[in-house]
């Protein structure tokens, strides 16, 4: 079901006027995806930061507060650890790009991927800046220790999690990020009900490169709703996935990315939105998506034709979300789009890594078994093999979108 509150589909906006009254204390808050300064961005933050955000910067300026997924270290040190994909690293002259932003969420899958004190010195590096961070921490304390943010009077709090890909997830003894722990994260959330006046969700979650997100997001980003969560924030998959109304609480599966750069001219892995959120005591009433095209030299906001085509695109993934079958379905079809060749090449490409690289290929190895996105894709691949099912018929509509978010180029 869409928000009782029409969500206007055309402009990517949504507003409650019954939740804000013409008295109200108010403050928005603008939340960005992945941010790396990586690859062909790497120079442009290193020498002129601001123009990478292009005409981006300024709804970012205008915001009362902002919010980014770091998704890169910042050190001068550390050697690469053995993981299951790309490691990334950005130098401790990069975190001057951070400048427009207050806070950095750094529960996901890259912020260790050259150690711990390579870790150490990106926190050095954020409070030189006056950056606040959560999401990740020497413990998992300080892990899972929730971010409180002020503005006119206002308490957001954010609560971030992750997937905690490569064992990286924090213990009681050992650094990392706050993985998927559900329990302690709706406990979390509920604790803070009487603490603030707005609760944001930001999880770096899911499979990356498809336009739906699997079941197993879906109901665990529910479940922060019911546990009183004003609104809930993805990231990860590096591209732009649908919006789901659920108990009017408004929930982003995928950001996509933002200042973090990938070679190719796939269409979908250039796209985002950034969301402008309006908060007052009663929680949120309102927000605006802000979609944008990433190029060479940074982002430019969509406009015009391509605006309007981008919120056709974004309907046509959103409208799934509403009802679990349908849900289901998109999953179904992706897992049939994948197929027994899709397992077989992923499969024949790790057993060659192991060959060639036995600890890169046993890391990449060991991720299928433990980080819940692999294991559930893997899981329920199985089963539709062994009950026949994985050539089954599934909907037109959802296999064509999947083939466009794969395939098509710009």
């Known amino acids: 079901m869409v928000s009782p509150i029409e969500f206007n589909w055309e402009q990517g906006s949504w507003q409650d006027p019954g939740k804000n009254p013409d008295n109200a204390r108010t403050a928005h808050v ?12 790497a120079p442009i933050i290193e020498q002129r930061p601001e123009s990478v955000y292009g005409d981006l910067l300024a709804p970012l300026e205008a915001a009362d507060l902002r919010i980014v997924n770091l998704e890169a270290p910042l050190s001068d040190t550390g050697l690469p650890v053995y993981k299951s994909g790309a490691v990334f690293k950005g130098e401790k002259k990069h975190v001057q790009g951070l400048a427009p932003f207050d806070a950095v969420t750094l ?6 991927d050259f150690g711990v004190g390579a870790f150490d010195e990106t926190l050095q590096a954020l ?7 959560t999401g990740a921490g020497k413990s998992l304390d300080q892990a899972s220790s929730p971010l409180f943010l002020e503005k006119n009077g206002l308490t957001i709090a954010i609560v971030n999690f992750s997937e905690g890909e490569d064992l990286t997830a924090a213990t009681t003894e050992n650094p990392g990020v706050m993985g998927w722990d559900l329990p302690r994260m709706e406990a979390l959330v509920a604790s803070l009900r009487q603490a603030a006046d707005c ?13 739906f997100p699997p079941p197993y997001v879906a109901r665990a980003f529910e479940r922060m709703v019911d546990a009183g969560a004003n609104i809930v924030i993805g990231h990860h998959p590096h591209v732009p996935q649908g919006v789901q109304f659920y108990k009017n609480v408004p929930i982003f599966y995928s950001l996509g990315n933002f200042v973090f750069y990938q070679p190719t001219d796939l269409k979908f892995r250039k796209l985002g939105l950034m969301v402008d959120v309006g908060v007052n005591p009663s929680g949120i009433f309102s927000f605006e998506i802000l979609p944008y095209e990433i190029y060479d030299h940074g982002l430019e906001l969509l406009k015009d034709k391509s605006k309007q085509i981008f919120f056709r695109k974004f309907k046509e993934i959103s409208l799934p979300l509403d009802r679990p079958e349908t849900l289901e379905q998109t999953w179904h079809a992706f897992l049939s789009h994948y197929g027994t060749k899709g397992f077989f090449n992923e499969m024949a490409m790790i057993m060659d890594k192991i060959k060639t690289d036995p600890q890169k290929g046993a890391a990449m190895f060991r991720n299928r078994l433990t980080t819940l996105q692999h294991h559930t ?15 089954k018929k599934v909907p037109r509509k959802w296999t064509s979108i999947i083939d466009q978010w794969l395939t098509q180029t710009r």
């Open 30 to 41: 603008c939340i960005a995806g992945d941010w790396a300064p990586i690859r062909a961005f």
């Open 107 to 112: 529960a996901n899958n890259h912020v260790f």
């Open 127 to 133: 409070d030189s800046m006056n950056i606040k961070w």
């Open 199 to 211: 609760i944001m969700v930001i999880a770096h979650c899911g499979i990356e490169y498809i336009p």
């Open 377 to 391: 894709h893997l899981k329920d691949l199985m089963t539709m093999m062994v009950e026949g099912k994985i050539e």
